[in-house]
């Protein structure tokens, strides 16, 4: 009996080690570049350079209309680039307010790779890039991103689309089997940050998020003391939650 259970054992603590090692690819799903400039997405966009305390360079698409009450920094979740955003951007310009598109390090055609801390920077440049009023709008992981950033800096306002309590607690429900909490590098933990946070909040949720739990993005809206908006039947990368009228609604509440 000896045997089986010895193997048994070199499994599951190879299987932890690999998870370890490459955790990190099982968070982070960049898309690659090259990308379009910003006039060619959006009339009157322009391309802009984010500059890291780390001394990366990140590229980024700035929309600004000159009469606008505040500026849209956009924190992107964990999959894709700026590209995918546009249509966000589209509808909040339309709308009168300035938007600021850009990628973490790693995505699009920017250099490093993402991590818990490089993101923080890689936030913290992209709000150094800003002047007068700004509202964080954070996707999923970006939420996280978002609400790290205002315990540093408050906005005018915070929009938290798809948010999860931490990345351990959303990793926990998807991988039931792994120690996660120990195995994570990247903790994210948003729900206890926002202790720190006390600005007007939207929490937006889809009620079919196949990703983010809806109770852990409930459970965020609690904690934030936030109007929480539910779209039914919505799943995580649906069109309605990426750039539809409840999001855009959401965001100009906050404005």
Do not use: C
């Not at 998020?209 to 852990?216: E, H, I």
């Amino acid at each position: 009996m000896r045997a089986p259970v010895l193997i048994a054992a070199v499994v599951v603590v190879t299987i932890i080690a690999v998870v370890f090692a490459f955790h990190r690819k099982l968070v982070y799903f960049p898309s690659p570049g090259p990308l379009p400039s910003a006039e060619e997405v959006l009339p009157g966009g322009r391309d802009v350079r984010l500059v890291t305390a780390d001394g990366l360079m990140l590229g980024g698409w700035h929309f600004e209309l000159p009469d606008a009450r505040a500026t849209v920094i956009v924190f992107p979740g964990n999959g894709g680039n700026r590209l995918g955003r546009v249509p966000l951007a589209r509808e909040l310009t339309s709308r009168g307010l300035s938007v600021l598109l850009f990628d973490y390090r790693g995505y699009g055609d920017n250099p490093g790779k993402p991590s818990e801390e490089g993101l923080t920077y890689d936030a913290r440049a992209a709000l150094d890039l800003i002047d007068g009023p700004v509202i964080y709008f954070g996707e999923s992981l970006g939420a996280a991103v978002a609400v790290e950033l205002a315990t540093y800096r408050a906005p005018a306002g915070l929009v938290l689309r798809s948010p999860f309590s931490s990345l351990a607690a959303v990793g926990s429900h998807h991988y039931p089997w792994l120690p996660v909490r120990m195995l994570l590098q990247d903790k994210y933990p948003l729900v206890e940050r926002l202790s720190g946070v006390d600005v007007p909040t939207v929490v937006v949720l889809g009620t079919s998020d196949s990703v983010v739990p809806p109770a852990q993005s409930r459970e965020v809206a609690t904690a934030a003391r936030a109007k929480l908006i539910e779209v039914a039947g919505a799943d995580h990368n649906d069109e309605v939650l990426l750039s539809g009228p409840q999001v855009v609604d959401a965001v100009l509440s906050v404005g």
